[in-house]
């Protein structure tokens, strides 16, 4: 693999057909996060290896590769040392420089590809290509100064979310402004582009995970309820406990968004529920957060369905193993001011739990560290479980 040389345009062409790649080829993984760590470590009990491209030798996912590729993800030097040894190539997040991808798909397939990263990098491309597909979306306008910003509160109604265009996760780069009198913090200079939406009333947040692959078959895992505290996902557990015929209608929409976005991979699209009606949100072209719940909870994880969709394999199946799966975050707010983790066995008092840790040495604020699963019978008493075992671990 080392002596490999960028593919021709024809070459990148045929990459759509393709065949399945199999278990003992290589998996680039651009991103040393947790996800990448979830990911490499599914795709090796499925037999592949993985390299990842990342700057930090003791990075999450680093922790738990075959190897590393060390360098930053704009190095055009490290992404070539990195790309010459896949077979096929995917990544963790989305906030990567498209060229990075673009450069990643002359060696080996890569998948999502830089054109499906710059719509999700953007807000404003991302929400009008899923509305000019006719896909139900929050009510949204480009502002850039306080006269647009005035325009869109009075097309929009107040209140409306401000947001930057790129960029932000876990509610940074956005707020909320009741009034034009209001507005007058926000620094315009932060950001080329901004987005107002229009803020929605809504009964519940949730999502759905769909995978697709390099020949279109897709699949989707059971609508996931979220509860957020602080703009940061708190609780997830599925199914949703909303109407089947809600589920469907979002589970329809989540997979016409992959193939408006020509997508291969996993695609999260979050939703507001609003009476019978859902509204996309945002979209994640990646495992996410809510997913994780799928470790434990379902027959197919989203990670090892992630491997599964990038090789062109046959998709896992999304059932749920129990009636009811669920997930409680660990942030960095659960370590002592000194660093000191928890006492781990707290949680393990409650013999269901399953525990996650991300590898993270540096405890911050409202940073993710790992997570809680559990199955069971009850959507309440799973979420009231995981919470008590949370609790028991705090300082």
Known sequence: MENASPLSDDQQVNNQSKPMIQPGATIGMVGGGQLGRMFAM????????????????????????????????????AVDRFAKQCDVITLEFENIPAETIA??????????????????????????TLRDAGLPVTPFLEVNDL?????????????????????GYDGKGQSKVDSIAEADEI?????????????ITFDLEVSVIVARTVTGNIAA????????????????????????????RAVQIAQSAAETLDLVGLLCVEFFVSGDAVMINEVAP????????????????????????ICN?????????????????????????????????????????ALHLYGKSDAKHGRKMGHLTMTGQSHQDLIDRLQHARKRLEP
């Open 42 to 77: 599914a795709a090796s009990t499925m037999g592949f290896r993985v390299i990842i491209l990342c700057d930090d030798p003791d990075s999450p996912a680093a922790q738990v590769a075959h190897d590393t590729v060390l360098g930053q993800l704009d190095d055009r030097e």
């Open 103 to 128: 450069q990643c798909s002359q060696y080996a397939p890569t998948y999502p590809s830089a054109q499906v990263l710059a719509i999700a990098q953007n807000r404003l491309i991302e929400k009008s």
């Open 147 to 167: 006269a647009s910003l005035e325009r869109a509160g009075e097309s929009l109604g107040w209140p409306i979310i401000v947001k930057t265009a790129t960029s």
């Open 187 to 199: 620094d315009w200079s932060a950001c080329d582009l901004w987005i107002a939406e229009k803020c």
């Open 221 to 248: 895992f059971p609508v996931f309820e979220n509860a957020h505290r602080n703009h940061i996902l708190d609780v997830s557990v599925a199914p949703a406990r909303i109407d089947a015929s809600l589920a469907d």
């Open 286 to 309: 990646r495992p996410h957060n809510s997913g994780h719940l799928t470790i434990e909870g379902c027959e197919t994880s989203q990670f090892q369905q992630h491997v599964r969709a």
């Open 313 to 353: 394999l046959p998709l896992g199946s999304t059932t749920l193993r129990s009636p009811v799966a669920s997930m409680i975050n660990l942030l960095g707010d659960l370590w002592q001011e000194d660093g000191t983790a928890p006492n781990w066995s707290a949680a393990f008092m409650d013999s269901s739990v």
